[in-house]
């Protein structure tokens, strides 16, 4: 079962406009990721937050993290058609002897010049 | 730095055959995870090996293994192949507690 999932599923937004995704999850967590996929390509890490942890900034990102609502939203400010791409969250899943990131099904983002 | 290389790109195969991916992590990273992502199912992990061990294995049937060697290098296999193995499959490498790595992944097709 998915651990993470994000909302919305798809965003078309305007050059220019800022972008909110939000991820929830299940059980008590570490650490929350951020990952970016271009289309059929691999995962690029954006951000990480840990669970002590209320907000983090990156150039145009800010990652926020709720752990009493278990949910964490990223913005990106100031759009640029080249952040048109999958956006996922992941949370770390007790497996085994180590933590696994457990993806959500992502938001897909669309950014329009 | 080079970053996490997976071969081949792209891959057909015909339905009962079977099939053997490669990753290479970043170099001095010793953990390797391979993930399979669909449409339907989105990403689902496999497993994940740590200094040639088997560490975690996801919820797969037993036509899905993988192995690491000692230069940290990893391949996963998938014996009999059905259509539904059709996926992307991603291997990521990180060390210490920070994000993964990923690689570009392997598009594979079974036909």
């Known amino acids: 079962s998915q651990q993470g999932e994000e909302d919305p599923q798809a965003l078309s937004i305007q050059e220019g406009e800022n972008a909110t995704m939000n991820c929830s999850y299940k059980t008590s967590i570490n650490n929350l990721q951020w990952y970016r996929q271009n289309s059929g390509r691999g995962l690029v890490h954006l951000i990480l937050?840990?669970?002590?942890?209320r907000e983090k900034h990156s150039g145009r990102l800010r990652v926020t993290l709720d752990t009493s609502k278990k949910s964490s939203s990223l913005l990106i400010t100031a759009s640029r058609a080249a952040d048109t791409a999958s956006y996922f969250c992941?949370?770390?899943?007790?497996?085994?002897?180590?933590?696994?990131?457990?993806f959500g099904r992502g938001t897909s983002l669309i950014v329009h010049p | 730095k080079a970053g996490v290389t997976q071969t081949p790109r792209y891959l057909i195969k015909t339905r009962g055959q079977q099939v053997t991916l490669s990753c290479s992590p970043i170099s001095g990273h010793r953990s390797v995870s391979w993930y399979q992502q669909t449409p339907g199912q989105g990403l689902q992990f496999l497993f994940e090996y740590f200094s040639e061990t088997q560490r975690n294995k996801g919820n797969f049937p037993g036509r899905f293994s993988g192995r690491q060697f000692s230069n940290s290098r990893s391949e996963m296999n998938v014996s009999t192949l059905e259509l539904g193995d059709s996926a992307l499959y991603l291997c990521?490498?990180?060390?210490?507690?920070?994000?993964?790595?990923f690689g570009s992944g392997t598009r594979l097709t079974v036909v």
């Open positions: 937050i840990r669970s002590n942890e």
């Open positions: 992941a949370t770390d899943a007790r497996e085994g002897g180590s933590y696994i990131p457990t």
């Open positions: 990521a490498s990180k060390d210490g507690l920070y994000g993964y790595t």
